[in-house]
């Protein structure tokens, strides 16, 4: 497997994404217990833009080694990614009590350590400042952190100051998106749309979601 890793990354240096991947692929089956071949897989994945690929290659690579660096750095890189700073923080914790001198695991509890800040600072700003422009500044930080349920509570508090408000809708519409709630997303974006008639992606996503509940409607 160490051969085929190295042969699978001289294939990406010369831009030949195929061979490297079927390479990967190989070392995975010679060497089905060596963690590196999963880690190294993963950071390949992941700078392939495929994260969920890549989480499940890294999940392997530590559950057969907790020490391995690189199956570590995948993880915290995606949990980065996505704002998923809680786990993020107890993840680098996790590596800095196995490694404590790790660069890696002490740069990502601090950007962690820095994410859930700045949520905090939101909620702060826009209990003690109660405008639009705060409400709907803690309704994205919520949504990157994933807590959609707060974003689009956030997003309703923006309304209640100025019901006039579309971006207000937007947010509430992507929360409502992201978990899969197809109906209050499109009540969402017919009051995005209703309130910036020519704001044409509010328009175009609108129809998407008709397009797709005339689908299901069917089935």
């Given at each position: 497997?160490?051969?085929?890793?190295?042969?699978?990354?001289?294939?990406?240096?010369?831009?030949?994404?195929?061979?490297?991947?079927?390479?990967?692929?190989?070392?995975?089956?010679?060497?089905?217990?060596?963690?590196?071949?999963?880690?190294?897989?993963?950071?390949?994945?992941?700078?392939?833009?495929?994260?969920?690929?890549?989480?499940?290659?890294?999940?392997?690579?530590?559950?057969?080694?907790?020490?391995?660096?690189?199956?570590?750095?995948?993880?915290?890189?995606?949990?980065?990614?996505?704002?998923?700073?809680?786990?993020?923080?107890?993840?680098?914790?996790?590596?800095?009590?196995?490694?404590?001198?790790?660069?890696?695991?002490?740069?990502?509890?601090?950007?962690?350590?820095?994410?859930l800040d700045q949520v905090v600072k939101a909620e702060t700003v826009a209990r003690t400042e109660p405008t639009?422009?705060?409400?709907?500044?803690?309704?994205?930080?919520?949504?990157?952190?994933?807590?959609?349920?707060?974003?689009?509570?956030?997003?309703?508090?923006?309304?209640?100051?100025?019901?006039?408000?579309?971006?207000?809708?937007?947010?509430?519409?992507?929360?409502?998106h992201t978990m899969g709630n197809l109906d209050q997303t499109i009540a969402?974006?017919?009051?995005?749309?209703?309130?910036?008639?020519?704001?044409?992606?509010?328009?175009?996503?609108?129809?998407?979601?008709?397009?797709?509940?005339?689908?299901?409607?069917?089935?």
């Amino acid at each position: 497997p160490v051969i085929e890793i190295n042969l699978a990354l001289g294939y990406e240096r010369l831009s030949r994404s195929e061979e490297a991947e079927s390479q990967f692929r190989h070392a995975m089956g010679d060497g089905p217990s060596y963690s590196p071949t999963y880690s190294s897989y993963g950071q390949w994945l992941l700078a392939q833009n495929r994260a969920p690929e890549a989480l499940q290659m890294a999940s392997k690579a530590i559950a057969l080694d907790p020490y391995d660096l690189a199956g570590r750095r995948t993880l915290m890189d995606i949990m980065a990614n996505g704002h998923e700073w809680v786990k993020l923080k107890q993840f680098a914790n996790e590596t800095l009590r196995l490694l404590p001198y790790d660069p890696d695991g002490q740069r990502s509890r601090d950007v962690a350590q820095t994410g859930l800040d700045q949520v905090v600072k939101a909620e702060t700003v826009a209990r003690t400042e109660p405008t639009v422009n705060n409400y709907l500044a803690l309704s994205v930080q919520y949504f990157q952190i994933q807590r959609y349920q707060d974003c689009i509570q956030a997003a309703r508090e923006a309304l209640k100051v100025n019901p006039n408000q579309a971006e207000a809708y937007a947010n509430i519409a992507a929360a409502y998106h992201t978990m899969g709630n197809l109906d209050q997303t499109i009540a969402a974006l017919q009051q995005e749309v209703r309130l910036n008639p020519n704001l044409q992606s509010a328009k175009s996503n609108l129809e998407i979601e008709l397009a797709v509940k005339r689908e299901r409607s069917r089935h």
